[in-house]
């Protein structure tokens, strides 16, 4: 999946760019809206850009969609001083993520980026969160 559909709309205060997480983390923002529905773009879409942190060090990176399960953090300085299984967060750097939300860990090191197993699974949800991040509103839909 590169982007899914959220039962919400404009009428709903739905607004682009809007997080959109599972019970477990992230799962990307919204990116059309209709009065009555969404669509999100997943963080394993190619084209979705995530900034974020890695391990308790707080590493900033971009994690960035591969149109496949585990997306990668590229432009990361301190990649060699991140280790298998370090967890990796939202950073709230850029404005439309709010820091500190689950992403998943770091299952893969190349020679210049880092492989993700994101937290959430697409293929079992069945609700999802919006974040209202400018007034720090959450709903669940």
Do not use: C, W
Not at 7 to 14: E, K, P, S
Not at 39 to 56: F, H, M, N
Not at 62 to 87: C, H, M, T, W, Y
């Amino acid at each position: 999946f590169g982007s899914i559909l959220v039962n919400v709309g404009r009428r709903d205060g739905v607004f682009e760019n809007m997080p959109i997480t599972g019970p477990n983390g992230l799962l990307g923002k919204i990116i059309e809206i209709d009065d009555s529905i969404s669509r999100a773009i997943l963080a394993t879409d190619v084209s979705s850009r995530i900034p974020v942190s890695v391990s308790d060090k707080s590493f900033q990176g971009i994690l960035i969609g591969q149109n496949q399960k585990n997306p990668r953090i590229d432009f990361i300085k301190e990649s060699a001083r991140v280790a298998i299984g370090d967890l990796v967060t939202t950073s709230g750097k850029g404005g439309i993520f709010p820091p500190y939300i689950f992403v998943g860990q770091v299952v893969k090191k190349g020679e210049d980026y880092l492989e993700v197993e994101l937290f959430e699974n697409i293929d079992t949800l069945t609700h999802v969160r919006l974040i209202n991040f400018s007034n720090n509103i959450s709903n669940d839909f």
